[in-house]
């Protein structure tokens, strides 16, 4: 072993680490803010994180959006850590949901234009719409006999 193969081992790298970033995503949260103050908090917070591209913060529909490569759940921790209770957003536009007015998925305090993000307000896969098995002109063409 030479003075050069001995200073390649040296100088060798030998991290293990992973680098693997996380994706690219974004992720909404409930948050009750107040006023500005709470606002401001939750912002520094949020935007202090590794990976974090945005950050926008709509007070009035209690709302932290957040874009970059970040973990869901490492953003629910901070914003918790300011003091607030959070969540992850549960709420889908009111035009996305198939029954908008299935049980659960109404909610008072959604805000304007907003229902809950129950399975019941979005259509099954694969079921069968059994109002095409039958006619009122043709008496025949019931085709469950």
């Not at 935007?47 to 591209?53: C, F």
């Not at 229902?115 to 059994?130: G, K, L, Q, S, T």
Request: proline share 6%; net charge positive.
């Amino acid at each position: 072993m030479g003075f050069v193969d001995h200073m390649s081992d040296v100088c060798a790298v030998t991290s293990t680490r992973n680098s693997i970033r996380n994706p690219m995503q974004t992720v909404e949260i409930k948050v009750k803010m107040d006023c500005e103050g709470c606002e401001r908090r939750v912002r520094n917070a949020v935007s202090s994180i590794k990976g974090v591209k945005s950050v926008e913060v709509k007070r009035k529909e209690s709302r932290v959006r957040v874009s970059g490569y970040v973990e869901p759940n490492k953003v629910l921790n901070r914003v918790r850590s300011t003091g607030k209770k959070a969540e992850f957003w549960p709420y889908v536009h009111y035009n996305l949901a198939y029954y908008p007015y299935a049980p659960q998925a109404y909610d008072k305090k959604a805000p304007s234009g907003y229902v809950r993000n129950v399975p019941e307000a979005f259509p099954i896969p694969n079921a069968h719409d059994y109002t095409t098995l039958f006619s009122d002109e043709d008496v025949n063409a019931c085709s469950i006999m």
